[in-house]
């Protein structure tokens, strides 16, 4: 084993060698210190590889190999020192201790300075799980092997405390391990969850768009159909109901109107008596209780003796006085019936018929002598008059004249029953 004088340093940090600083060599054969091996390691840039300092040959941390020597102060050479110092060796006891060659003594200690420097190699860079087993498997060997051995204690407590470091470097190691799957797996199952929330509330998102989407077709359809139900009862109205006559063309269409509603308690106007004949000599059939209504409505109470004929220059100008004044106006309607028009009630059963219609030939004939009578033939204005309808606000010669006479001139005529 290789020696050193006192002085020895290492030629980079010029450190001296001891026992807390081994000498190192590198495959070019410079030797170094641990720290400047180190050093020259870290601090070369990672695309260069790193080379010694002194002839330029690149190493690695593998190729540095520890230098072993024996450190003594009188500077003799190892065996030597141990070949003296062999019967110097004290046995715990004589019985149960077994008595150590110098050469057994010296692989002791050398496995001790090997285990304390991978300790430190351990300690200063990054390994590997299985290195660090592997090297806490060593040291439990060694301490249990060296149970027996009287060795320096000092170096036994520290491998004792490096094994010690190293199982804590270890259980520190497998509960990290554990912590850490259990946390991936923690993770695993919250990205799952969180994945299928996602999932569900795409879905959701997708069934309330879904039903807003029918819910707005569903309110269309609603308003089409209420339009559709609209339109057809419009349309239906349309159809089955015809559209009304005015109230003043079918009062003039009408003959019976006149007569039938009782519009006025009191007797009709001259005008209406005129109206009433000239539809009569148009439509000859009308219902019996129109017929007698207006026969008992429009006969004076008396005839005049007037005769039948006129002067021509006095029927206008007493026409003119009746359609412009108003005292004439104001005058006929002063007149009161003898009597009421009696009510006539329509018969529906079918054994009345023949007689309603002889008695209606019966009011036909009377009528048609009373407008013969008041109507002379000779007379041919009237004649021509009887064939258009008289507007109830004209009044023609004829009732102008009748209507001037005196009241006791004109006979009672009675009114013909039914």
């Known amino acids: 084993m290789i020696s050193l004088k006192p002085g020895s340093f290492c030629d980079v940090c010029a450190e001296e060698y001891g026992s807390h600083n081994y000498p190192h060599s590198m495959p070019c054969g410079h030797v170094l210190c641990l720290n400047c091996c180190n050093n020259i390691l870290k601090k070369t840039p990672t695309r260069v590889t790193p080379s010694c300092p002194f002839c330029r040959v690149p ?100 491998l004792q405390l490096s094994a010690a470091l190293l199982h804590a470097i270890l259980v520190n190691h497998v509960a990290h391990k554990q912590a850490t799957d259990m946390a991936k797996a923690v993770e695993s199952d919250l990205r799952n969850k969180l994945a299928q929330v996602d999932k569900a509330k795409e879905e959701a998102e997708e069934e309330l768009r879904r039903r807003t989407q029918c819910a707005t077709k569903v309110q269309e359809i609603q308003t089409l159909r209420a339009e559709l139900i609209r339109l057809k009862l419009k349309a239906g109205e349309s159809t089955t109901s015809p559209t009304p006559r005015p109230p003043s063309t079918a009062s003039f269409m009408n003959p019976r109107s006149g007569a039938t509603s009782p519009t006025s308690p009191t007797s009709p106007t001259r005008a209406s008596f005129a109206s009433s004949v000239q539809s009569s000599l148009s439509l000859p059939r009308i219902s019996a209780a129109s017929a007698h209504a207006r026969s008992a409505s429009t006969i004076p109470g008396y005839r005049s003796m007037a005769p039948a004929t006129r002067p021509a220059s006095a029927i206008p100008t007493h026409t003119r006085t009746l359609s412009s004044g108003t005292q004439a106006v104001h005058r006929i309607p002063s007149r009161q019936l003898s009597s009421l028009p009696p009510k006539m009630t329509r018969s529906t059963s079918a054994g009345s018929d023949e007689n309603e219609k002889e008695k209606q030939r019966e009011r036909d004939a009377r009528r048609l002598q009373l407008m013969q009578f008041w109507y002379p033939a000779g007379n041919a204005a009237s004649g021509k008059q009887q064939s258009k309808p008289a507007s109830p606000n004209v009044v023609s010669s004829s009732e102008a004249a009748a209507s001037v006479l005196p009241r006791r001139c004109k006979p009672s005529i009675s009114s013909p029953s039914s």
Not at 108 to 124: G, T
Not at 135 to 149: P, R
Request: net charge negative; glycine share 2%; with cysteine.
């Open 59 to 158: 190493f690695t941390s593998d190729t540095i190999r520890l230098v072993r020597v024996e450190f003594s102060n009188s500077g003799r050479s190892t065996p030597a020192r141990a070949t003296a110092d062999a019967p110097d060796v004290a046995l715990d006891s004589d019985d149960d201790v077994l008595l150590l060659t110098p050469s057994s003594l010296k692989d002791s200690r050398a496995e001790a300075r090997r285990l304390e420097y991978k300790v430190a190699k351990v300690a200063a860079k990054k390994c590997s799980v299985e290195e660090v087993e592997n090297l806490h498997q060593e040291l439990k060997d060694w301490l249990s092997g060296s149970s027996d051995v009287k060795s320096h204690d000092d170096q036994k407590a520290a």
